[in-house]
């Protein structure tokens, strides 16, 4: 049996039409924290915690056939980290497309959008605590206090 390697966080590369403005929309409205700008080939590095994206104008993308919009889904720790961030983005005026809201496959999410049409879908997985409490039990692990 091969093992394979430990895998990095993913870096998605972000279009974008212009990425000075995006990378100042991302770091005024979003929160995020620019690691680099190379206006020149038109491409940004931003951060926040553990998320890192790459903003690609169309300088840098030309060639690649990758064109805006994508959706980036944001795994957060909890029902309240993804209330809390929907009311910093609210307060920042980000574009905002829904209300935090549970869902019928087990996500607690809303959608977020930057100014070229790229969506982010910021949720937490509140069906996988049950689902792994149902899982310990078939298998008589139940962890202790549950």
């Known amino acids: 049996m091969s093992t394979f390697?430990?895998?990095p966080g993913a870096v998605p590369e972000i279009p974008v039409s212009d990425v000075v403005a995006a990378?100042?929309?991302?770091?005024?409205?979003?929160?995020?924290r620019v690691d680099?700008?190379?206006?020149?080939i038109g491409l940004a590095g931003v951060s926040r915690g553990?998320?890192?994206l790459f903003l690609a104008g169309p300088a840098f993308r030309e060639g690649c056939g990758n064109a805006a919009p994508?959706?980036?889904w944001l795994n957060l720790d909890s029902e309240g980290d993804v209330?809390?961030?929907y009311r910093a983005w609210r307060a920042t005026h980000a574009t905002l497309l829904s209300e935090?809201?549970?869902k019928p496959w087990g996500l607690h999410e809303f959608t977020a959008a930057d100014p070229d049409g790229n969506r982010f879908r910021v949720f937490f997985?509140?069906?996988t605590p049950a689902r792994q409490r149902a899982d310990a039990a078939a298998r008589g692990t139940i962890p202790p206090g549950d």
Do not use: K
């Open 125 to 127: 997985d509140v069906a």
């Open 100 to 102: 935090p809201e549970a």
């Open 50 to 52: 553990r998320c890192r």
């Open 23 to 32: 990378t100042a929309y991302y770091r005024d409205r979003l929160g995020f």
């Open 83 to 85: 209330d809390a961030l």
């Open 5 to 7: 390697p430990e895998l």
């Open 36 to 40: 680099w700008l190379e206006a020149s």
């Open 70 to 72: 994508v959706l980036t």
